[in-house]
């Protein structure tokens, strides 16, 4: 059997080689003997920074990653480094004295300006509202530490990909903003009825230079009211769609899921926007997405849904406005009448409305996931056992944080994990305790 013997080269010694003086050896001994000679001294002391501040000056002077030991000048680089730490900055004008050489005017005031620097940074670091000031940064670096711990979970662990499961390596979450983000799609839909598991009878979006219109042919008996609203009809026999008695083409509801994809395809992860979208138009556009397999593939081209009629109702006084209706809105502020409950003509208006009266209003507090329903029906087990209410479960799906996102955050920081990311989205710090509560109870 043959070893390989590798060599370890130490790549900042002399010829590679480690110390191996005898002298040096016993030098380095009486040094350890005399700090242990000091040590009921030095056992006490509160604070080695004034130490590491010299061990930083000696760098500057002998820096490490050069070999200074077998040199003549490290004596003079290491007096140089005890002369500043105890003269400070003008201790190169004082040798020149010494030596009878003119200290130089410039080297004086620059030596002088850096001590009255060094000077004024020690009596302000030792002043309350400095410290104050220190510990909010250290709190605010822990907690971003923390933050992103439980956010991406162990990164740099050794075998970590034999430790940890492919469940567990799932990013949670951040928290949304509309920083950066320019991409909007208005959208709207006219149906068979007022469930969420109507037919769509018409489509429109409009992004201010594409517009996307379609009648789509339904499946179901288009309901009276529904009629009377859009004026929409569709007769099963002649397999004819009617718009106030008009014929009009249609297409069937999956070529017009497929070509609002493809629209929305050529946007850089726009936002979806509409009235009342977050209640009614994006659970049935949900729930047809996912009859026809397409809910995945069209969720991870957007980024996030907002519903003006939210806004509508933070932003504007009840007492301006008769009710939150889009045509009583558009009428008011942009003076605009037209036909209402025709998707084509909603869109239109609405895209003026929002960027002309309510884009300036937004946060990222206003978005929302477009699979939000399905995060709120990830906690119905924990709504059933009353651990959480169901309008806690659904501010909770409105940021995208799902009930395995908490747990991931609970298994990577028991203690802070589900605390921080409450934080982060700006949620209660009450809900992070019951949740804590409940996953160390399910681990016993």
Same mark, same amino acid.
């Given at each position: 059997?043959?070893? &390989? ?13 480690? +110390? ?16 242990? /000679? ?43 480094? $005890? ?24 080297? $004086?005031?620059?030596?002088? @300006?850096?001590?009255?620097? @060094? +000077? ?17 940064? /250290? ?32 990013? #949670? ?7 950066? #983000? ?29 517009? %996307?219109?379609?009648? !789509? ?20 026999? @002649? ?6 008695? !008009? ?25 979806? $926007? ?19 397999? %397409? ?5 991870? %081209? ?34 605009? !009448? ?11 208006? &609405? ?30 087990? $924990? ?17 995208? %944080? ?16 589900? /605390?921080?990311?409450?934080q982060e989205h700006g949620l209660k710090g009450k809900t992070a305790n019951v949740f804590k509560k409940f996953f160390s109870e399910k681990e016993e």
């Open positions: 059997m043959y070893f &390989l013997l590798y060599h370890f080269r130490y790549k900042h010694l002399p010829k590679g080689e480690p +110390l191996s003086n005898e002298n040096l050896r016993k030098h380095l001994e009486t040094v350890t003997e005399n700090y242990k /000679k000091r040590s009921s001294q030095l056992v006490d002391l509160g604070s080695t920074q004034s130490n590491e501040n010299f061990n930083n000056i000696v760098a500057s002077k002998a820096p490490k990653n050069r070999s200074y030991g077998g040199t003549s000048s490290l004596k003079a680089r290491v007096s140089a480094a $005890v002369l500043q730490k105890n003269e400070g900055y003008t201790w190169v004008n004082k040798v020149n004295k010494k030596a009878l050489l003119s200290p130089g005017t410039i080297s $004086v005031r620059v030596g002088q @300006r850096i001590d009255r620097k @060094r +000077l004024w940074q020690k009596k302000n670091s030792s002043s309350v509202l400095f410290k104050r000031d220190r510990f909010k940064r /250290k709190h605010k670096k822990t907690f971003q530490q923390i933050k992103a711990a439980v956010l991406e979970g162990e990164t740099y662990q050794p075998q970590i990909e034999e430790n940890v499961s492919v469940r567990d390596i799932e990013t #949670i979450p951040t928290k949304y903003s509309l920083e950066g #983000i320019d991409n909007y799609v208005v959208f709207d839909l006219e149906t068979t009825g007022l469930s969420r598991t109507s037919d769509i009878t018409q489509i429109s979006a409009y992004d201010g230079m594409n517009m %996307l219109n379609l009648y !789509v042919s339904p499946r179901q008996s288009i309901s009276s009211k529904a009629s009377d609203v859009t004026g929409i009809t569709f007769s099963f026999e @002649r397999n004819q769609m009617y718009c106030h008695g !008009v014929p009009v083409e249609s297409v069937c509801i999956r070529t017009a899921l497929l070509q609002l994809i493809e629209m929305i395809q050529k946007k850089s992860r726009p936002v979806l $926007v509409g009235h009342n979208i977050h209640s009614y138009d994006v659970p049935v556009l949900r729930n047809l997405l996912r009859e026809f397999n %397409l809910l995945s593939s069209f969720d991870n %081209l957007i980024y996030g849904c907002i519903d003006t009629l939210k806004i509508a109702k933070r932003e504007i006084p009840k007492a301006d406005v008769q009710n939150y209706k889009q045509q009583t809105l558009v009428q008011k502020f942009l003076e605009i !009448v037209y036909d209402a409950h025709n998707s084509e003509e909603d869109v239109r208006s &609405l895209y003026k409305l929002f960027h002309l009266k309510l884009k300036q209003t937004c946060s990222g507090k206003d978005l929302f996931p477009f699979n939000y329903l399905s995060i709120v029906e990830g906690f119905s087990g $924990v709504i059933v056992k009353k651990v959480i209410s169901k309008d806690t479960a659904r501010k909770l799906s409105c940021t995208g %944080l799902s009930l395995h996102h908490l747990e991931l955050a609970y298994k990577r920081n028991n203690d802070d994990g589900v /605390k921080s990311i409450m």
